[in-house]
């Protein structure tokens, strides 16, 4: 019994001699005098100047604590720290460190750093010299002799709850932060292949999650760097999240998973996007329908440009091909894009039209049939211009009596009924939307209860309208005006109107005076062909005179 308690004792008193030496250890090891060292190991590694501010040894936990660590930015981006933090955490190994005073990093624990990420109009990076040749031209003289990147590794590396700005370079547009950045790197080396994890807040909301396998390291520019990658957001806001230039009026929350691989020349992205809310115009308002689109994108990273190989739009059960280019120049992109989309159901699209910047008549609704379109999409993204055919078949205007809004020219038709909705049977256009406004040609509009109407025609930025129309009236009871003046389809002539106020509240005005040519022509051939009718002349056109 007196055995046991004597080994107790001894192994109590050995306990606290190693723990007097572990709180001792640091007291006799200036980990300080290791500053200069890790400092140009640092810098040599990265190409950048490093700086550090104290450095404090845990032997219980065998790290090194340093405090206010700076590296510097490339000089021809920016003059302020590429990277901060308050905190750094180097794991070691301690017997190397205490026998022989050789430091053998570990682990590597960033804490809330703020990153600035800078991209000039060449395309090149802020970080693309990390690590490069021609940084390290750039080093004093005395740090040349030290190691080089590819000595140094480290078997984790992580930041914690950082903050990530990405911004252009000599840019006073306003730059995006990314909150609540974490990374998790094992077996990091410049020169062979490592995991990695990434997970950041959006601007705007949402999150994502890239993980992978990169490098080696590009010795020559860190952003060729070769990758393979998933990633994954949700409710991402378009207009927020920096991927997309604001002045294009592009907006809407998505959800995004695919995968990205790059060789650091060539990469290709391939996954699904759906959105909810899209908006596509600056003067449209969100839709009420969720779009998904599937893609694959081929990039040439040095030329900055790519092409769409696969662009699947579904709009419900309605669908669209995207395909064509895409090239950036300085500050933004220039699309060269074709989008082809046969025999859509109307029912699918309309919900589409506000995102457009389409207005319908107040209190209206495309219902029923199709539409066809094949369009071209080009110009930078703040200033695309669209132009193309587009084709509507047997669909119907709900909530809208064109015949009633005609005014004037429904005598024509022999007064028909009205009706509250607009049938329609075939429509055709050439359209062109550009920032300065949308026109119309070659407008071909066939109406059964009215006849065929033609023109074209202009709509402002703000919706105003400015349209020359002629109308074939074929509609109403037989022996009708149109019939007895000769300015029916029997002629090839027409009655000429105007359509003017805005797209919510158009009005239809009739050019009286072209109206009156032809129905004092209809009456004298009329006449010279001996018919006759107490209704053909111009009176008759605008209602018989009223008597006193």
């Known amino acids: 019994m007196r055995l046991n308690k004597r080994y107790l004792k001894i192994a109590g008193i050995v306990v606290a001699v190693v723990l007097v030496i572990l709180i001792a250890l640091p007291l006799f090891i200036n980990i300080n005098s290791f500053r200069p060292k890790?400092?140009?190991?640092?810098t040599n590694a990265l190409g950048r100047p490093v700086t550090l501010r104290d450095l404090s040894l845990s032997i219980l936990n065998g790290t090194v604590g340093v405090d206010d660590i700076s590296i510097a930015d490339d000089p021809a981006?920016?003059?302020?720290?590429?990277?901060?933090?308050?905190?750094?955490?180097?794991?070691?190994?301690?017997?190397?460190?205490?026998?022989?005073?050789?430091l053998n990093v570990t682990g590597i624990e960033l804490d809330e750093?703020?990153?600035?990420?800078?991209?000039?109009?060449?395309?090149?990076?802020?970080?693309?010299?990390?690590?490069?040749?021609?940084?390290?031209?750039?080093?004093?003289?005395?740090?040349?002799?030290?190691?080089?990147?590819?000595?140094?590794?480290?078997?984790k590396l992580e930041i914690k709850d950082g903050k990530l700005t990405f911004g252009k370079a000599n840019s006073t547009s306003k730059p995006q932060v990314y909150d609540k950045l974490n990374v998790e790197v094992k077996n990091f080396s410049f020169t062979s292949q490592f995991p990695f994890e990434l997970t950041v807040d959006l601007p705007g909301?949402?999150?994502?999650?890239?993980?992978?396998?990169?490098?080696?390291?590009?010795?020559?520019?860190?952003?060729?760097?070769?990758?393979?990658?998933?990633?994954?957001?949700?409710?991402m806001d378009l207009a927020a999240s920096g991927f997309i230039d604001p002045a294009s009026g592009f907006g809407g929350v998505a959800d995004f998973d695919g995968t990205l691989n790059s060789n650091g020349s060539q990469a290709k992205a391939a996954g699904l996007v759906t959105c909810d809310k899209l908006k596509l115009s600056p003067k449209g308002s969100p839709a009420s329908k969720k779009v998904t689109i599937k893609y694959a994108v081929t990039a040439d990273l040095d030329q900055q440009a790519g092409t769409i190989t696969q662009g699947d739009v579904a709009i419900g059960k309605a669908t669209a091909q995207l395909t064509g280019g895409f090239q950036t120049q300085g500050e933004t992109q220039v699309l060269n894009?074709?989008?082809?989309?046969?025999?859509?159901?109307?029912?699918?699209?309309?919900a589409m039209l506000p995102a457009l910047g389409v207005v319908l008549p107040s209190g209206s609704q495309l219902q029923g049939g199709t539409l066809s379109t094949e369009l071209g999409i080009t110009g930078p993204v703040d200033k695309l211009v669209i132009t193309g055919p587009v084709r509507l078949a047997n669909s119907k205007l709900a909530g809208f009596d064109l015949g009633s809004k005609l005014g004037a020219l429904s005598a024509f038709t022999g007064k028909a009924p009205a009706n509250g909705d607009t049938s329609i049977q075939n429509a055709s256009l050439n359209a062109r939307v550009a920032p300065e406004g949308t026109r119309a040609d070659a407008i071909n509009l066939t109406i059964p209860a009215i006849g065929v109407i033609t023109g074209a025609g202009t709509v402002s930025p703000a919706g105003g309208l400015d349209f020359r129309m002629v109308a074939d009236l074929q509609g109403g009871r037989p022996g009708g005006?149109?019939?007895?003046?000769?300015?029916?389809?029997?002629t090839g002539s027409g009655i000429p109107f105007s359509i003017q106020g805005t797209t919510s509240n158009p009005s239809f005005?009739?050019?009286?005076?072209s109206v009156a040519g032809h129905v004092a022509k209809g009456a004298l051939q009329n006449a010279v062909a001996g018919k006759t009718g107490g209704n053909t002349g111009v009176g008759g056109l605008l209602g018989r005179k009223k008597p006193k």
């Open 509 to 513: 005005v009739p050019d009286v005076g």
């Open 205 to 235: 909301g949402g999150n994502a999650n890239v993980s992978g396998k990169a490098g080696p390291i590009n010795s020559q520019d860190a952003a060729k760097t070769p990758l393979e990658a998933s990633v994954k957001a949700n409710n």
């Open 38 to 42: 890790i400092e140009s190991e640092v």
């Open 77 to 102: 981006f920016s003059k302020t720290p590429f990277v901060t933090a308050q905190s750094l955490k180097v794991g070691v190994e301690l017997m190397p460190l205490i026998f022989s005073k050789q």
């Open 481 to 490: 005006l149109t019939e007895r003046a000769g300015i029916g389809s029997s």
């Open 113 to 155: 750093p703020q990153i600035t990420l800078l991209r000039a109009a060449n395309g090149t990076w802020n970080f693309s010299s990390l690590g490069g040749a021609g940084a390290k031209k750039a080093l004093e003289p005395e740090k040349q002799g030290a190691s080089t990147p590819q000595n140094f590794s480290v078997a």
């Open 337 to 350: 894009l074709k989008l082809s989309a046969p025999n859509m159901p109307v029912d699918e699209l309309e």
